[in-house]
């Protein structure tokens, strides 16, 4: 059974820095582009950044360039966030979420439950 | 940047109607698009991929068309699991734009 598990959000201040951890498996995570996707309280779904299978391309919404690193460690399974300079509109629920192709479709067939990140002073 | 706007941003409907979707993108995006259902405190779901595939699982009653920038779901009978919120998202080109949201509620 494929399983994504986020992890690491929580309460931080405007400026400061947060580190979001997605565990996956029962798939073979090293073939598989993957996501994070965020939703603010009660909007929309934003897409956020993805990686390519072995880390090589990444790409970013242009509000988080900069700012946002999206990496992966494929012998660990897992993917993550690392979030630098958080501003309040960087609230949200951020949803690791897995292609549904090896090769890249940008469909999004599992994702996890998210974790929430809540920036304010 | 690709904006994606559905419509209606609500509908209420009945269980049994038959229920329609659009979504249409700034610019044509061929058939690079993907619907996605949400429930409340619930991660979304893939419904329909390459605008008109259905997602292994997917009920039947389910379906997806158009291409270029104009696009369509529709729930052909609609039943009480199906009450939720529905996002149209684009996969053309980064960033991988989604719709507002179209929320299905219950008459």
């Known amino acids: 059974e494929v399983q994504l598990v986020e992890s690491g959000g929580g309460l931080v201040q405007p400026g400061g820095s947060l580190r979001l951890s997605c565990a996956a498996s029962g798939f073979t995570f090293s073939s598989y582009w993957m996501s994070w996707v965020r939703q603010a309280p009660g909007k929309g779904l934003e897409w956020v950044a993805n990686?390519?299978?072995?880390?090589?391309?990444?790409y970013y919404v242009d509000s988080v360039k900069g700012r946002f690193t999206i990496s992966r460690d494929n012998a660990k399974n897992s993917l993550y966030l690392q979030m630098n300079s958080l501003r309040a509109e960087d609230t949200a629920v951020y949803y690791c979420?897995?292609?549904?192709?090896?090769?890249?479709?940008?469909?999004?067939?599992?994702w996890g439950q998210g974790t929430l990140v809540t920036v304010s002073s | 940047d690709i904006q994606m706007t559905q419509s209606p941003s609500s509908v209420s409907a009945s269980v049994g109607d038959r229920v329609t979707i659009t979504c249409r993108a700034s610019?044509?995006?061929?058939?690079?698009l993907a619907w996605y259902q949400q429930k409340p405190g619930k991660a979304p779901k893939l419904l329909i991929y390459a605008a008109s595939s259905l997602q292994s699982g997917v009920p039947s009653r389910f379906s997806g068309s158009g291409s270029g920038t104009d696009f369509t779901l529709t729930i052909s009978s609609l039943q009480p699991e199906d009450f939720a919120t529905y996002y149209c998202?684009?996969?053309?080109?980064?960033?991988?734009?989604f719709g507002q949201g179209t929320k299905v509620e219950i008459k």
């Open positions: 990686i390519k299978q072995d880390g090589s391309e990444k």
């Open positions: 998202q684009q996969a053309n080109s980064f960033p991988n734009t």
């Open positions: 610019q044509g995006i061929s058939s690079w």
């Open positions: 979420a897995r292609d549904r192709n090896d090769i890249l479709t940008g469909y999004l067939d599992y």
